[in-house]
Structures are given as structure tokens and as C-alpha cells.
């Protein structure tokens, strides 16, 4: 097993070039490679620069690269216009999409065992092992996993594995997967390489997916030094219209590239992520507010990462602002969208009552993982400020009801810099432009 490139540190700035030579550098000591498949993410982790390296990956194979697949997990499928953004010069005609109720195949099962002890006995059944079936019967002699090693609420760190067994994943092990997580606990695993859920899924890779050619390109994404003046430009010209996503947005920096085929180079990136993206407080904003981009938040199924995120930094019995201006629905489907409609986002001891008392829970329990991962667990109160969900929708699901205008106007993006300000006013606030870029905590929390 081999680690082919690893750079990285705080101070890295990787640039489009940088890419493509570490690239080169990798696909030139592998043996001729003639039916490539690339799996980045969809729109949702552009920032992730997976675009940039699916679309060098493609100048380097050229028509060797005969599928593109964005890992949508439980997601929309990608429209032509983010296709074209996020991907420019690659062709339509590569691009499918993964369909994670229905083209799926189950290769193994992790043993009941296993996951009992990988999780402390809070799942004691056997876990299946699914992926797409262009992964598993495609014919491939090469599948490159390209992603961003972040802090996650699921799995503790995102990417390596679970961009193939929950990006291009089942509805079984995605649901089981999901609620593993939410029941063993969010702030006993965001941020930490090693947790539960990957031990699992760890498990099924090394057992069923040893015979697929699998290599894994993986990104570390910090703000730059100047990146509050950076960010002010970039939300300016959001406002407008987006550049495309093949170099780093303004604000944003490559702090590392490590690509290899088994674990040492996910390990290499978690480290690294922890330095870059893991915002440690000394003091329990008493307010948070983060904005959602539109481009990228249209549900609160996605925009709920302001949440998840922050969750470990709010004081208690204070309050988080929610600016979602793209925010249009709660779920990423119509029949998960109906479930949080239909049971609101609870505490976990409630989801975890009605996971027993109902019909429709237990059979999607990556919704019911979402609801224990959407509520502040009664510790501090959410207000949500949807640019297209009415005040009875939002107060239907738990969340307090803020009018965006309103609130635009007194947090104002383009006036608020990353952490502490302090309004005209005197009202002192904790700022966050992009939730799914990080991981913001209170140190004592950390440390009990």
C-alpha cells in the first residue's frame, strides 16, 4: 500500500499548478491506466477543489477518463449549469448519477459483532456494505476518490472511505451509517480521525474492496491570512454572480494535497484538517450567527451544518442566527423533506422514542439521525431565516422564525469578518461565513 504524495501544513498555498504537477507526479508511477473513473463530491463541497482535480485528472487521461460520478450520497442530482461550473471542459456526456435507492449493490456485511464493539454496543446489528454498481461492476482500472478532508458530524472527519460508502452509497448503509452517528454522539467524534462509524467502514474496505483499483486524492482547505478581506469580495460578488470553482475562491487556501491508496494518507490529511479547519474558543459566544451561501444551501438538510458545526460553541441558553437566503426546503428528497415536516428536529432521547414507537422512522433512519443533528438538544435556542420558507413551515420543525431581510440588514454579510464583532450598537457576535469549511468549539467542552 503506498502513500504516492503528501504536502501540506498551516502555511501551504497550493496553487492550480501545484495540482496538476502532483497530479502528474502520482498517475506517472502507476502502471497505464486505460478506463478511469472519478468520483468527487457534487456542488454542495465545491469549495473542497475536487472540480480543479477532476478537471486536471481529465487533461492528464484525456478519453481514458470514461465516467465522472459526483458522490451525491442522499442528494439532488447536479443541474447542467453546476455541472458546467464546477467542472468546465469536461463533457456532459461523462457525468452520471448516482442513484442511492435504487443502483446499488450490496457487497458484504460488516459482522454484528464488529460493530458492537467499534461502537460501544449502541448498534449491535451487522452493517451493510453498499456502493453504486458502475463502482463495484464498472470494469474500471482505476477509481479515483477525490475530496476534502473537513470535520464532520457523521464520521468525525469527512471523505477517504465514506465518499464510497455513503457518497455513492445505499439507502441501507447510508441510513444505518447516518444513525450510528447521531446515537453514539456528535461531540464525542467530530474532528477525530478515528470514531465508530470509520472503524466500520474501515472494516469494509479492507474485507471487500481490496480487488478495486482504488486511489484516493484528498484536499485539506484553510482561509487565507487575509482571508476576512478576501471573504468580504467573495460574498460582494456572490450578490451577483459566482466564479467558476477550478482555482480557490479568494478567501480560501489548498493547505494540502495527499494522495495514496490505503489509510496513511487520510490520517496525513484528519491531522493536518485539525490544524486548519478546528476552531478552538476560550469564551462561549453568547450569539453565533452564519450565513449560508445560496450557491451551495438550499435545504436545511445542508444548511444545518451551521448547526452542527457550532453546536460545541454556543453558550448556554444562547442563541444561533441562521442567514439562508437559498434555504428552500428542509430535506434533499420529497419523502425525507415529509418525514422533518412530520416530526420536527428533537432531542435525541425524543428521536430516539419515536425510532421505537413508529413505522416510518426505523426504516429511514438517516432522517432520524438528521433531526437529533438539527436540534441544539433544548441548550440554546435556533433562529432560522429562510429566503423561501414561510414562519409556520420553520416553527413547525422546532426552529424560531427570523424574517432574512431583517436580519440582512443588522448582519449584514459584507460587513461581518470571520469571528468576533462588535456591532454600532454594542451587541457583541461570533461570525461564521461557511459552516461546512470548519468546526467551532468552547475549550472547556473539550476538556470537561
Given at each position: 500500500?503506498t502513500?504516492?504524495?503528501?504536502q501540506?501544513?498551516?502555511?501551504?498555498?497550493?496553487t492550480?499548478?501545484?495540482?496538476?504537477?502532483?497530479?502528474?507526479?502520482t498517475?506517472q508511477?502507476?502502471?497505464?491506466?486505460?478506463?478511469?473513473?472519478a468520483?468527487?463530491?457534487?456542488?454542495t463541497?465545491a469549495?473542497?477543489?475536487a472540480?480543479?482535480?477532476?478537471c486536471?485528472?481529465?487533461?492528464?487521461?484525456g478519453?481514458?477518463?470514461?465516467?465522472?460520478?459526483?458522490?451525491?450520497?442522499?442528494?439532488v442530482?447536479?443541474?447542467?449549469r453546476?455541472?458546467?461550473?464546477?467542472?468546465?471542459g469536461?463533457?456532459?456526456?461523462?457525468f452520471?448519477v448516482?442513484?442511492w435507492?435504487?443502483?446499488?449493490?450490496?457487497?458484504?456485511e460488516v459482522?454484528?459483532?464488529f460493530?458492537?464493539?467499534?461502537?460501544d454496543?449502541?448498534?449491535?446489528k451487522?452493517?451493510?456494505?453498499?456502493?453504486?454498481?458502475?463502482?463495484w461492476?464498472?470494469?474500471?482500472?482505476?477509481?479515483l476518490?477525490?475530496?476534502?478532508?473537513?470535520?464532520?458530524e457523521?464520521?468525525?472527519?469527512?471523505?477517504?472511505?465514506?465518499?464510497?460508502?455513503?457518497g455513492?452509497?445505499?439507502a441501507?448503509?447510508?441510513?444505518e451509517?447516518?444513525?450510528?452517528g447521531?446515537?453514539y454522539?456528535?461531540?464525542?467524534?467530530?474532528?477525530?480521525?478515528?470514531?465508530?462509524?470509520?472503524?466500520?467502514?474501515n472494516?469494509?474496505?479492507?474485507?471487500?474492496?481490496?480487488h478495486?483499483?482504488?486511489?484516493f486524492?484528498?484536499?485539506?482547505?484553510g482561509?487565507?491570512?487575509?482571508?476576512?478581506?478576501?471573504?468580504?469580495?467573495?460574498v460582494?460578488?456572490?450578490?451577483?454572480?459566482c466564479a467558476g470553482h477550478?482555482?480557490?475562491?479568494?478567501?480560501?487556501?489548498?493547505?494540502?494535497l495527499?494522495?495514496?491508496?490505503d489509510?496513511?494518507?487520510?490520517?496525513q490529511?484528519?491531522?493536518?484538517?485539525?490544524q486548519?479547519?478546528?476552531?478552538i474558543?476560550?469564551?462561549?459566544?453568547?450569539?453565533?450567527?452564519?450565513?449560508?451561501?445560496?450557491?451551495?444551501?438550499?435545504?436545511?438538510?445542508?444548511?444545518?451544518?451551521?448547526?452542527y458545526?457550532?453546536?460545541?460553541a454556543?453558550?448556554?441558553?444562547g442563541?444561533?442566527?441562521?442567514?439562508?437566503?437559498?434555504?428552500?426546503?428542509?430535506?434533499?428528497?420529497?419523502?425525507?423533506?415529509?418525514l422533518?415536516?412530520?416530526y420536527?428536529?428533537?432531542?435525541?432521547?425524543e428521536?430516539?422514542?419515536?425510532?421505537?414507537?413508529?413505522?416510518?422512522?426505523?426504516?429511514?433512519l438517516?432522517?432520524?439521525?438528521?433531526?437529533i443533528?438539527?436540534?441544539?438538544e433544548?441548550?440554546?435556542?435556533?433562529?432560522?431565516?429562510?429566503?423561501?420558507?414561510s414562519r409556520?413551515?420553520?416553527?413547525?420543525?422546532g426552529?424560531r422564525?427570523?424574517?432574512?431581510d431583517?436580519?440582512?440588514?443588522?448582519y449584514?454579510?459584507?460587513?461581518?469578518?470571520?469571528?468576533w464583532?462588535?456591532?454600532?450598537?454594542?451587541?457583541r457576535?461570533?461570525?461564521?461565513?461557511?459552516?461546512a469549511?470548519?468546526?467551532?468549539?468552547?475549550?472547556?467542552?473539550?476538556?470537561?
Open positions: 500500500m502513500t504516492y504524495y503528501a501540506g501544513s498551516p502555511r501551504t498555498d497550493l492550480r499548478e501545484d495540482l496538476r504537477a502532483a497530479l502528474a507526479e498517475f508511477q502507476l502502471e497505464p491506466r486505460r478506463r478511469v473513473l468520483l468527487p463530491p457534487d456542488y463541497r469549495n473542497s477543489m472540480g480543479a482535480l477532476t486536471l485528472t481529465h487533461e492528464y487521461f478519453d481514458r477518463l470514461t465516467d465522472v460520478m459526483p458522490a451525491l450520497g442522499t442528494h442530482a447536479m443541474s447542467d453546476q455541472i458546467e461550473r464546477m467542472f468546465p469536461v463533457s456532459k456526456r461523462l452520471r448516482h442513484d435507492r435504487n443502483d446499488v449493490v450490496t457487497i458484504g459482522p454484528p459483532e460493530v458492537a464493539k467499534a461502537t454496543g449502541i448498534w449491535r451487522p452493517w451493510p456494505a453498499q456502493l453504486n454498481r458502475l463502482v461492476e464498472g470494469g474500471h482500472d482505476l477509481i476518490s477525490i475530496g476534502q478532508v473537513v470535520p464532520h457523521v464520521v468525525g472527519m469527512a471523505n477517504y472511505n465514506k465518499n464510497l460508502f455513503v455513492a452509497g445505499g441501507a448503509g447510508i441510513n451509517s447516518h444513525f450510528i447521531a446515537a454522539g456528535m461531540e464525542r467524534m467530530m474532528g477525530r480521525a478515528d470514531t465508530p462509524l470509520r472503524r466500520i467502514l472494516y469494509a474496505q479492507e474485507n471487500f474492496c481490496r478495486l483499483p482504488l486511489l486524492v484528498l484536499t485539506v482547505i482561509p487565507r491570512d487575509d482571508a476576512n478581506v478576501a471573504r468580504t469580495l467573495r460582494r460578488d456572490r450578490l451577483t454572480e477550478c482555482v480557490p475562491p479568494a478567501h480560501l487556501a489548498v493547505r494540502g495527499f494522495i495514496g491508496d489509510i496513511d494518507c487520510f490520517q490529511a484528519a491531522a493536518l484538517s485539525v486548519v479547519n478546528f476552531t474558543l476560550d469564551e462561549p459566544p453568547r450569539k453565533i450567527v452564519v450565513y449560508l451561501d445560496p450557491e451551495e444551501f438550499q435545504s436545511t438538510w445542508l444548511g444545518n451544518k451551521a448547526i458545526r457550532t453546536r460545541m454556543v453558550a448556554d441558553g442563541g444561533l442566527i441562521v442567514l439562508g437566503p437559498g434555504v428552500a426546503a428542509f430535506g434533499e428528497d420529497r419523502e425525507i423533506d415529509g422533518i415536516r412530520k420536527g428536529y428533537r432531542t435525541t432521547p428521536i430516539m422514542r419515536l425510532v421505537e414507537q413508529t413505522d416510518d422512522l426505523p426504516k429511514n438517516s432522517a432520524a439521525a438528521h433531526l443533528h438539527g436540534s441544539s433544548g441548550r440554546f435556542a435556533v433562529t432560522y431565516c429562510p429566503g423561501k420558507l409556520e413551515e420553520i416553527e413547525s420543525v426552529y422564525y427570523g424574517d432574512l431583517a436580519m440582512l440588514e443588522r449584514d454579510p459584507k460587513k461581518l469578518r470571520d469571528g464583532n462588535v456591532l454600532p450598537d454594542g451587541e457576535i461570533y461570525y461564521v461565513s461557511n459552516p469549511l470548519g468546526l467551532w468549539a468552547y475549550r472547556r467542552r473539550l476538556t470537561g
